[in-house]
DNA sequence: TTTTGCGGGTCAG
DNA sequence: CTGACCCGCAAAA
């Protein structure tokens, strides 16, 4: 496992340290501990990844990840080990009147989620289904955690087979907005349309509301109570949105990635309801809206995910340009600590088009999923496999927008 | 109410 | 023994 201490030593270059960071299990009894650079939370990790975070990351603390992961005993207090309970689809397999499908967020806790699996889908009211992952084996993928000195170790087993859900935070957000249109208990009909729909499932239309939501200052200079603080922001923001702009960047849709996304991913941006379209007269979300689908972020997945420790050469990151930290969160840069957290853009999505999402696609692993397992033939599982690239880029635009770190 | 972590316990391989 | 999973408990949000 570990390599040659001169090896290690002669090469500095990202190459042997990836190998170094790599070369471990999450089960060896020692892990690591010369570890030069951590990594930059991943939301969405997939495939057999292995990550070391600084055991400053919050989210690394938290055990976070944005596909909806329920803790399983594995009777080894050192390693927490959870497992993914997949995606919540319509049974009827709808669409929205854009073409996206719907996937909601499986709620963690057992009870909640069959609670929540008896409700409706937000968008044809018909039965919604858990769509099961599967892709480690036939089994959920598995996700281990493990706190070793200054490092928190992440270690990723099996490739998700199946959609992405909603993030947590777009699912509180949600909720949160939900919470705040009830209690500006909208007196217009037409607003009273999207509650309704809304209210079916508290999902949908509010996705696009949410980057603009987080991307608020307070809900990004926040990470540690973000949800505390989104609840609160999102009212204003709503308020803001609506009563200001509403800039309705449809445009942004159209690049090439968004379009790619195979609709699963861009559940984000799900949610236009039609008539949601853009009435903004009251409290309503937004809408208008599409974080991510802008052009692009890039913030790639694997190789940008390192984050050079101050003891290496410093700043000499590729992926954050010197720019400002957060400027590059919004282009897709993943967070760097928080150094200044002074200029914030507050775009709600980046504004070059810097298009290099494709490529992340080159990650392909999964996609050519293990020889499908007993799968439930569920609608979509398919697509699970590429697209993540793209996903990446969406999602990470979104991602970008609140502080995970 | 829900999330999250813990750990007892079962079951199958 | 291992891995998956069910269940309840408790703390925190």
Known sequence: MLKGADDVMEQEDSASQQEEITSWDINDIKLPQDVRQTDWFQEWPD?????????EDKNAQRHHSSWAMRNTNNHNSRILKKSCLGVVVCSNDCSTLDGRKIYLRPAICDKARQKQQRKCCPNCNGPLRLLSCRGHGGYPVTNFWRHEGQFIFFQSKGAHDHPRPETKLEAEARRSIQKAQTDFSPSSPKLKTIWEIKSLTGEMPTQEALPLLLSKPDAYLQPANFSGHLSKSSRELMLNICSGQAPHLRAD???????EVPTWSRSLAIGRTPSSGRLCNGPTIPVANRPCAAPSPRRFAQPSTQHVLPVTKAGHNPFRSNAGPWRDELHGGTTPEAHSSSRLPLLPYPMPQG??????TGTHHHQQQLSEPPRGGEGDGGE????????YCNDNTFFNLYPLR
């Open 384 to 391: 699970g496999g590429h697209g993540m690239g793209l996903n």
């Open 355 to 360: 298009g290099s999402c494709p490529m992340v």
């Open 253 to 259: 849709e159209e690049d090439g990635n968004a379009r």
């Open 47 to 55: 495939s057999y990844v292995k990550h070391i975070y600084s055991s």
